[in-house]
């Protein structure tokens, strides 16, 4: 028979032993949760790479254009040649009123 000390020995060790189990729980709890995240860090990698890889190669196939398409200029392109070509008449008009003053 068990005497009251006895019983109280059994108590403590029987705690003991859960707060172990509660100790070990919470650890294999951590590191799956560690792996879960590395897990996690590594698909989100993944995924940025690939999303990095998809936009260089849709500036390069958006850059390149067809034979019979024309390119789009940026609207600072558009006035340059708006410019290039108002000078260019400039020119013209101006080559036409000195040619009839020498004559």
Known sequence: MINRQGKIHIVIKICCFASILISLSLLIELKYNEN???VIEKAEDTYADDYFNHSKLSEQLSGE?????EPI?????????????LESQVRV???QVKATRDE
């Open 65 to 69: 254009h067809e034979i019979d398409e």
């Open 36 to 38: 879960c995240a590395s």
């Open 93 to 95: 008009i101006h080559e």
């Open 73 to 85: 200029n940026s609207p600072q392109e558009v006035v340059l040649k708006k410019i290039q070509i």
